[in-house]
């Protein structure tokens, strides 16, 4: 009878064991009949423009990281890819559909986890727009917008969740920038300039917070295969083999391993870096030839 009830009390031990491992916020003193919650267990990652491309491939992979996932984007198809996230890797994975490209975004988004207790310990600022086109000729709408997506919501999202990160010793910021933030794009000039800002901000708050135990990265790729260029798949196919060109999961992994090992800034592809080097060589004369014979 004696050796039965030290085998239960065993028993009793290990399982009170294995829960607080599983669970951290399990206490020894907790009832041990009630269901242990793994989403709590987790940290979650926010992720922005989640809904296709390059932020689903971050929301992806986050996910096998074993983070509880928010996920943000305009568009309506953000609450199935959290549940095709959530069945895939069994993570907790809550979906938010917001405009990011209003000034009141960024409070938003953080009031929202301040009052549903959500902890965000990685950040991913990856919505963004693109449009092909002289800057006079696009209209106000679309240059305001820009301007909110890429500039002022990412920096003040970086504002409200990086003190907490602060404060925990711990965080991981990822901005996706672009490699035309290396260079002055006619026809591009408010997206690369604004791609400047996130890769010349990244470093600054980079430079400030390391020490602090937070981490800030700028991802500048040169071109991605997705839909964002309107590319043909032949297009993509080319660019993919020739090596200027990368797909969103590689794009996505290269990113997050350069984040969690604390780099400030990656480029994927050599080719990119030469690309880069060779067209800073260019001078303003030669660009205004380009554009006169209307070779671009």
């Not at 303003?284 to 209307?294: A, D, G, I, Y």
């Amino acid at each position: 009878m004696v050796e039965h009830d030290l085998a239960k009390v065993g028993v009793a031990s290990s399982s009170l064991v294995f829960r607080s491992f599983l669970c951290p916020n399990f206490s020894m003193s907790s009832d041990i009949s009630k269901p242990c919650n793994r989403a709590e267990s987790r940290k979650y990652a926010l992720v922005t423009g989640a809904s296709s491309g390059i932020g689903l491939q971050y929301a992806r992979q986050l996910a096998k990281r074993d983070y509880n996932l928010l996920i943000v984007s305009n568009e309506n198809s953000i609450f199935t890819r959290a549940k095709e996230i959530e069945e895939e890797s069994g993570v907790d994975v809550k979906a938010l559909e917001r405009d990011l490209a209003t000034q009141d975004a960024a409070k938003e988004l953080f009031d929202y986890c301040t009052d549903n207790n959500i902890e965000i310990e990685v950040l991913v600022n990856n919505a963004g727009i693109y449009r092909n086109s002289d800057f006079l000729d696009t209209d106000e709408n679309f240059t305001r917008q820009i301007l909110n997506l890429h500039v002022f919501t990412p920096s003040m999202l970086i504002y409200y969740f990086g003190k907490g990160m602060r404060v925990r010793h711990k965080g991981y910021i990822l901005n996706m920038s672009s490699i035309t933030a290396d260079i002055a794009v006619q026809r591009l000039s408010t997206y690369s300039a604004t791609k400047s800002y996130l890769r010349s901000f990244s470093r600054s708050v980079h430079i400030e917070l390391k020490r602090e135990g937070v981490y800030v990265t700028a991802v500048c790729p040169g071109a991605v295969s997705t839909n964002l260029y309107n590319l043909s798949d032949s297009a993509r196919k080319t660019g993919l083999r020739l090596g200027y060109m990368v797909t969103p999961e590689k794009l996505a992994q290269k990113g997050l391993n350069a984040m969690f090992r604390g780099k400030w800034r990656v480029t994927p592809g050599i080719i990119n870096h030469i690309g880069v080097f060779l067209i800073k060589l260019i001078p303003t004369w030669m660009l205004r030839l380009v554009r006169k014979w209307e070779w671009y």
